[in-house]
């Protein structure tokens, strides 16, 4: 008998996947233009030309034995102090390079911490729509993930169905802003009361309640009106899981880091966590060649111009033809109703049309779909008569 | 109330990175051509040419958008094509790419095996002594590290000491060799024999005994008659843990393989096991640029003959000295039987001569000590009235 659960996982595609497998082999059989793949979340920007250049300058004038050698199990201490210290600068936290703990990329950050933080039965909660690895995670980590409806009509976070599921048992509220995959925002208001309802929760029935933030998308925001709070400047009991992985297209690469807010009392009891955790699931350290690139562009990005330009000729044009959306401020998703109840059954008939969408049940909220758009523009283009079929069919 | 086991598992640092920092401190104090530190298992051998060649032409002649993309979960076909055929034609398998799962390293290889195949309470069997963290990944997957004595003498396989523990809740037998500490490769006749034994025993019981092998140190064999034998040429059930950072020199950019034999009835079942455990611990893929690296250098090694020139100098020096020695066949280390009963203290006594040497009482074997010789030529040579003064000192 193997492990059954994760025989289960390894089983299981997920649906975003198994579209996406859909998506390639149409393409086979009708050519890649004429099918409008918006299954996947994989940037479709370059990494900017200074990692290209970091990188050839790194690996011709280092020595070998240190530039590919162990760091410790947190990671290098110049790169944890760099990043610290630009942390700090650009959010105005008190950060040092002992807070820090360069991971394997996002997914990597959340197992660790929820290894870190969760004893068995433990609930987490997390506002849907959400990325569906979030109960995969919490799950091996001996949790139980609790998703609640964000706020009706602008995917936000609703604070009374928050309040309506905190129990002795939470250890955590897990949120993702920009998100994957609404694109939405989550404002300064919507974190000062997530604040103020678990604190005050907190306090009353002498638990601890950890901030999460998994932030792979914070730097793909879009106008200069949207302001992403910083989580560490709301709340002491804060932990950061950031990624690389989209601010600069290196997905592939694996490389993040976990920031632990040394602003709460048990601080360094979490960091001690965090890198028992890392031990136990085999972490060793984070890609040394990575960890030396992320120092030396730190706080670079991707073009994200992009991004931006699709969303606003696509959120346009799903407008006019008669789609409800929430306008996406970030990351590369939109959220779409679907025109009939049945997201799925949507989905489907969008295949006609050679649209691929991911049926928002898999994110915890029925009814809509995903558009992932980190596509080219002349894609979006090319789409845009299908998308109006689509709504013209349903008419 | 954090995760307690992960907490501590952060907060005690092996005994192995405590003297390394021990070392640190002391080479400032006293200089460090003056302090002889035998504690870690980092390769002083840099990576091959090779290595740098194929990177910087990757770099260079890829697209960024690939080449740091995401591969699918389970690693670039390609690559995983490659390195069967590479397999296959080296020890007459007939891997496919399906039968390889990229990694980040062999801790990853180790943790995504184990929770793949365990169910709480399930036991592994391993041979000391061991490396250390085999109980850490264990444990973490839920199951229970049995150790047993090596023969003794050989430090090879004693068969009826695997005989004494095998329970029905035995899922797995994990062997290491080329084996941290000592430097044993086991033969022919000790795989024969392990493989009789657990076959004999899961035919009897009617339960499944897997055989993991964990192959950092390969390639790292010194004399042509030294043979590694292939598990998969002898038993059904095994799967192997490969890892690059000692054979390419890499150890700090995480990359490996798993390889699950074809040749069990249900290595389909186990693959997903490995997918999904995969998922659940948070490894999205191996980093992409290193999985293109082995691709192109797949059968390239570091310059070993320095570990094996250290090898024969220091094995010929401390038993000259009167040091009780089992020769290492392969790997860089040496495990050398304490003067006194205590190795611990014997250890702290070395130190008196700026030698650090790891008591082996954490691999599972007291009473000797380990010696890593991936160091200098050099500082070997300066070592080694070093270590004729601590002989001296018991007589």
């Known amino acids: 008998m193997l492990n059954s659960k994760n025989v289960y996982l390894g089983k299981v595609r997920s649906s975003i996947r198994e579209l996406f497998e859909y998506g390639k082999r149409r393409k086979e059989e009708i050519g890649e233009e004429n099918v409008f793949d918006f299954s996947l979340g994989n940037p479709s920007v370059p990494a900017p030309e200074a990692v290209r250049e970091a990188l050839e300058d790194i690996i011709a004038n280092t020595d070998p034995v240190v530039l590919h050698g162990y760091t410790s199990a947190q990671g290098d201490f110049s790169v944890r102090k760099t990043i610290a210290d630009y942390i700090n600068s650009r959010f105005q936290t008190a950060l040092t390079a002992d807070c820090l703990y360069m991971t394997c990329g996002a997914a990597a950050s959340l197992t660790i911490v ?15 729509p959400y990325f569906p690895e979030y109960k995969v995670f919490t799950g091996h980590a001996g949790g139980k993930l609790i998703a609640v409806d964000g706020a009706e009509g602008t995917f936000g976070i609703d604070i009374k169905n928050i309040k309506a599921v905190l129990t002795p048992r939470t250890k955590a509220v897990l949120i993702n802003s920009p998100n994957n995959p609404s694109g939405v925002v989550y404002g300064e208001e919507d974190i000062v009361n997530l604040v103020k309802a678990i604190s005050e929760y907190s306090l009353k029935h002498g638990t601890e309640i950890y901030l999460i933030s998994d932030e792979p998308y914070r730097e793909l925001v879009f106008d200069q009106e949207t302001h992403v709070p910083f989580i560490m400047n709301y709340y002491e009991r804060s932990i950061i899981c950031y ?64 991004y931006k330009r699709n969303r606003d000729r696509l959120l346009s044009a799903l407008r006019e033809y008669g789609y409800e959306v929430v306008k996406p401020e970030g990351a590369f998703y939109m959220f779409v109703k679907a025109l009939e109840r049945d997201a799925k059954q949507f989905a489907e008939r969008a295949k ?33 008569p299908a998308f109006k079929a689509l709504a013209d069919s349903y008419k």
């Not at 929820?114 to 849907?128: F, H, K, Q, R, Y």
């Not at 029925?366 to 789409?383: A, D, K, L, Q, W």
Request: proline share 5%; glycine share 10%.
């Open 352 to 384: 006609q049309f050679e649209l691929l969408l991911v049926a928002g049940d898999d994110f915890g909220t029925p009814g809509y779909v995903r558009i992932s758009y980190c596509v080219s523009p002349e894609m979006i283009e090319r789409s845009l």
């Open 114 to 128: 929820l290894n870190a933080i969760l004893n068995p039965g433990d609930e987490v909660i997390t506002v849907a």
């Open 243 to 306: 990624s690389y992985s989209k601010s600069l297209s290196l997905p592939g690469e694996r490389i993040g880091y976990i920031a632990v807010n040394n602003k709460m009392p048990e601080w360094e009891e979490v960091y001690a966590g965090v890198c028992g955790a890392g031990r136990a699931l085999g972490y060793v350290c984070a890609p040394n060649l990575f960890q030396q690139l992320v120092k030396r562009v730190c706080g670079t990005t991707s073009d994200i111009s992009i």
